[in-house]
């Protein structure tokens, strides 16, 4: 479905390859619907634009600390009594770490952003769809903006008929398909063989080209991806044990209690809901696609693509730094070497902590280096695929 909002609009034809969607089994033999509209966007006025992977609720909120005792991070419901609870560690919050990425929008780009919603809104009222009656439709400005700015900003959506773009994966094809250096992955999800194959081709054909990924830990009995997940994790370990560096995030406090051995340690995966990739340090993609199948194929999704060496560098060291909990723009020591180093201590610092059983004396006094990890990166490793519970369900559906 096109419309030529604005005048020098053009169809251009996708590029990316017809496939049949594959859900083979459904667990348990269960047919069930698993695609949805997923896209998150806000757009105010049509000046401004927010695109990400952040649903708009309160049980999604976190800030960058991502800190274990967040009394900030509770229910809507939560008292006041709670919350002190939290903040004085006699209990932890009703929502764990989340991470999550958004970009706000201005100029053209917002407008594009406008326009999907326009196009989905219009669609329904002309479908009579349910309180259509009560809703009137809008149009988007197309008069000239001044531009300013060196960033080449372009919306980018998943969507089903009657609308049939997959403007998101053709942009990860383009930037899969040139990547010199490195590809850096942060997502909820990590189950594309879509796209994995185009990573697997172009990382044979530059031999220096790195893979990193940040996700979190799928569950063997009752997480349907984890088959999918297990065999490409597997794939690429096989092909890249060197180049495929593959990373969870935690969150780390401690709790001084009574008895013996009196500090207690608490580690605390956080739920990364990112959709983020940057390749290069030239291009990144951010929004409500994650990287699966169903995302990029008949899921209604929504992304912000940019182009702009600077602007995406300077983010990438931002999210780094993050992660590792220090700057690491004046380092000399390559960034992907950084988060490796600190996955392996962090990794040892768990284990000490796990040899004692999570607790140790101390009698006030700080806490020791080998107990202390640094930032929020770990290892993360899957086991072999025929270790799910799930194993006869396609690709396509989780």
């Known amino acids: 479905m096109f419309s030529a909002i604005f005048p020098e609009a053009q169809w251009i034809s996708s590029e990316v390859p017809g496939k049949d969607v594959d859900f083979s089994e459904s667990p348990v033999g269960v047919a069930f619907q698993a695609a949805s509209w997923h896209q998150k966007f806000s757009v105010m006025d049509q000046a401004v634009t ?223 809901h990112s959709k983020m990739l940057i390749v290069d340090d030239r291009f990144m993609s951010v929004g409500s696609c994650n990287k699966n199948n169903r995302g990029v194929i008949y899921e209604g999704e929504l992304n912000t693509a940019v182009y702009d060496p600077d602007w995406v560098r300077e983010q990438r060291i931002r999210i780094v730094d993050n992660i590792l909990g220090y700057p690491t723009a004046a380092l000399s020591t390559d960034w992907v070497t950084l988060l490796s180093n600190a996955a392996r201590n962090n990794d040892q610092v768990w284990a000490a902590w796990d040899v004692e059983g999570f607790d140790i004396s101390l009698d006030g006094d700080p806490l020791p280096a080998g107990y202390t990890p640094s930032g929020f990166i770990y290892s993360l490793s899957f086991r072999d695929p025929v270790d799910c519970l799930v194993e006869d369900v396609g690709p396509d559906l989780f």
């Open 50 to 272: 927010f695109v990400g992977g952040m649903n708009v609720k309160a049980t999604d909120w976190d800030t960058s600390a991502h800190v274990v005792y967040e009394p900030r991070r509770m229910t809507f419901e939560s008292t006041t009594a709670e919350r002190l609870d939290v903040l004085n560690k006699d209990a932890e919050p009703t929502q764990g770490p989340r991470k999550d990425y958004v970009l706000r929008i201005e100029g053209s780009a917002a407008r594009d952003t406008a326009d999907v919603f326009m196009r989905r809104w219009q669609y329904q009222l002309t479908a009579g769809a349910e309180f259509s009656e009560n809703a009137s439709p809008f149009s988007i400005d197309t008069s000239p903006l001044p531009e300013s700015g060196s960033s080449l900003v372009q919306i980018t959506a998943t969507m089903p008929s009657p609308f049939s773009e997959n403007a998101i994966l053709e942009t990860w094809f383009n930037a899969i398909r040139n990547a010199e250096d490195t590809i850096f992955i942060e997502d909820q999800y990590f189950r594309i063989p879509y796209l994995t194959g185009e990573i697997i081709a172009r990382m044979n054909a530059r031999p220096n080209l790195r893979l990193v990924v940040i996700t979190k830990p799928v569950n063997e009995w009752t997480d349907g991806g984890c088959y999918w997940t297990n065999v490409t994790v597997g794939e690429l370990r096989q092909q890249f044990p060197t180049r495929f560096f593959l990373f969870q995030l935690r969150s780390f406090d401690t709790v001084v209690t009574w008895g013996i051995d009196e500090t207690e340690s608490r580690f605390t995966d956080i739920d990364v």
